[in-house]
């Protein structure tokens, strides 16, 4: 027997009284926690740093993996392909050496690719005066400088030691010689041709010893702590050319690669 319509309204009000309005007690608690959680991983995000390169590397590993790498004529070199240049150039030149070893190192950083080079090797004691060796290395490079498009700073770097008095009427601090030294690589590099408008020169003294890591802040005892042994002084000593990665978007080919293309 069906129910009566009288029947059907008292079912439905007694069913509002056994149930409560709104969403239960504990759904609010869950919400802000979710909240919580969703700004946290938003916070981590906003004050992470991204390799471009290794970034790129993986792009390029996953795209073979399913068949999607394509290569296209007539492109410039990007920052994963320098990468993997200058690797093999570092691996070459240390088998022509006598113990198989180099003073040339590759790293990659949220700036790009960065090739160091011991100073040890590029100039001579407390000057700007580049070796003659040094002019060979910067040419294995160039080849690398020639297909590629991005902006290049070299940047000179010391260790902590006060320069001695003959040197200070030249050069009154380490700020003075490692940017010396910056100047003096980009000037070979533009008698190699090579762009100066994609050129720029910049000194660090010993304000960035190659060890330091990323996190830390640079402080007297911190520069001293990275400058405490002969071997740690020897790897402050450098100048750095760094292929960069783009600020604040893709970056266009430059003038001279778009006329060629042409």
């Known amino acids: 027997m069906a129910a009566t319509p009288q029947e059907i309204k008292k079912f439905e009000a007694k069913g509002r009284e056994q149930v409560d309005e709104g969403l239960p007690g504990w759904f609010g608690t869950f919400a802000d926690m979710m909240t919580l959680l969703f700004a946290f991983f938003v916070l981590l995000a906003a004050i992470s740093t991204i390799d471009p390169v290794k970034l790129q590397n993986m792009a390029d590993g996953m795209g073979k993996s399913v068949g999607k790498k394509e290569e296209l004529d007539n492109q410039a070199m990007s920052l994963g392909d ?20 180099t003073p040339v190192e590759v790293t990659t950083s949220p700036k790009g690719v960065t090739i160091g080079i011991s100073s040890d090797i590029s100039f001579e004691s407390g000057s700007a005066t580049t070796k003659a060796g040094f002019l060979e290395i910067l040419k294995k490079i160039l080849p690398t400088i020639q297909e590629s498009y991005f902006k290049i700073a070299v940047e000179g770097h010391t260790d902590s030691d006060q320069l001695p008095k003959s040197l200070r009427r030249f050069y009154p601090s380490n700020w003075e010689l490692s940017s010396a030294r910056a100047s003096a690589v980009v000037r070979l590099l533009i008698g190699l041709q090579v762009d100066p408008t994609r050129l720029e020169a910049v000194g660090y003294g010993e304000f960035v010893p190659r060890d330091k890591n990323t996190a830390e802040i640079i402080t007297t005892e911190l520069i001293q702590k990275y400058n405490s042994t002969p071997q740690q002084k020897a790897r402050n000593r450098r100048v750095e050319i760094t292929f960069l990665a783009p600020r604040g978007g893709p970056v266009a080919k430059s003038m001279d690669m778009t006329e060629n293309e042409e």
Do not use: L
Request: aromatic fraction near 0%; proline fraction near 0%; hydrophobic fraction near 35%.
């Open 82 to 101: 320098i990468h993997k240049a200058a690797t093999k150039m570092v691996e070459e030149m240390a088998k022509d050496s006598e113990n198989g070893e």
